[in-house]
């Protein structure tokens, strides 16, 4: 059985290479028959696109997307140098 | 001198999917600030149809703006074009070189480009062994290179320098250490204290912290979004820290 250690870093170079993602932030965590997926993305669409990239990347695994969506918020005051 | 303020965000990585969403947080941007620096990662993997976004995305604003471009801005092998795409909306895009603007009557010279890596002083790569390490590091020693030569020729009353890559390991913190040396070099922040500036702001470490100094003293800001959490950071600038 493959080490979860290299499924991840597999998903993990999959989210970051894929044409259709690109994303390099997202963290992957492999436990037993459960792929995790973390950390910020722009929109929900993304959010599942990443799942999905993952799944293909790593079949037979339950996708936990624990990905979440950011908010952007209003520019807040002025620092002063 | 009257005082100067500067509003800042990187890595916005924009797509045909969040198309107008970022607009809508420029709306009142006169108001906040004088002038708006993207620190580059622009789009997600620059493509011609993300930097046509980005550069909707950011044209006719009321304030002058200026960009860098990111690694993701170069990973469709087409950054000149999409510096062009900007261009044409208005943009002004550095590429290791300068601009100076007339504020209100106060030069402001906003020097730099993309950055590149290597790591910090005591934990860096070095021009030694195969090819491919010396030109990593090569590539990061000629663009420090024509910055300083940049902030020599810029007159200017005030000087920030805009990177996309960081030049501190400060603002990195927040990532994981073995990651460093492709986060940005020290070589970028020896080239600002050898010519003096007075700010610089970077992305590109979005897990990492927004406030750092150089070790010659100058204010480093990390402007990833991911740090930020909002539209863009605005920094005031009046020579004698009155605001």
């Known amino acids: 059985m493959e080490a979860p250690q290299y499924v991840a870093a597999r998903v993990q170079q999959a989210l970051a290479e894929d044409e259709r993602t690109t994303e390099l932030g997202i963290r992957v965590d492999v436990r037993g ?3 995790f997926l973390r950390g910020e993305v722009t929109s929900e669409e993304r959010r599942d696109l990443i799942a999905g990239v993952a799944e293909e990347a790593a079949p037979g695994l339950a996708v936990r997307n624990e990905l979440t969506v950011a908010d952007i918020r209003e520019p807040g005051g002025e620092e002063k140098l | 001198m009257s005082k100067l303020r500067i509003a800042a965000v990187g890595d916005v990585h924009l797509g045909e999917d969040v198309r107008g969403r970022y607009r809508e947080h ?25 930097g046509q976004v980005v550069a909707d995305e950011f044209r006719d604003l009321p304030v002058p ?25 208005g943009i002004m895009v550095l590429h290791d070189d300068a601009v100076v603007l007339d ?10 480009g993309k950055g590149f890596g290597g790591g910090f002083a005591g934990k860096c790569a070095s ?29 200017a009353d005030v000087r920030v320098v805009l990177s996309h890559y960081s030049p501190v390991n400060d603002t990195l913190q927040g990532e994981p250490l073995e990651i460093y040396p492709f986060l940005g070099s ?7 204290d050898a010519e ?25 800001r990390n402007v990833a979004l991911p740090v930020l959490g909002r539209a863009y950071a605005v920094y005031c600038h009046d020579g004698d820290g009155h605001c």
């Open chain 2, 26 to 50: 420029l709306a009142g941007i006169e108001e906040k600030a004088d002038v708006l620096l993207l620190a580059g990662d622009l789009t997600r993997h620059g493509t011609l149809e993300e």
């Open chain 2, 196 to 220: 003096g500036a007075d700010l610089i702001v970077h992305g590109h470490a979005h897990k990492g912290t927004e406030k750092g100094m150089t070790p010659g003293g100058i204010r480093v």
């Open chain 2, 103 to 112: 504020i209100d009557g106060t030069r402001l010279g906003v020097v730099g």
């Open chain 2, 127 to 155: 021009e030694f062994g195969e090819p491919e390490i010396k030109a990593f590091v090569n590539h990061t020693k000629r663009i420090a290179d024509r910055w300083r030569r940049a902030l020599k020729e810029t007159e």
């Open chain 1, 33 to 35: 028959e459960q792929l």
């Open chain 2, 65 to 89: 703006v200026v960009a860098v471009l990111g690694n993701h801005d170069h990973h469709s092998d087409r950054p000149a074009e999409i510096a062009a795409l900007l261009r044409d909306a």
């Open chain 2, 186 to 192: 020290y070589l970028l922040a020896e080239a600002a």
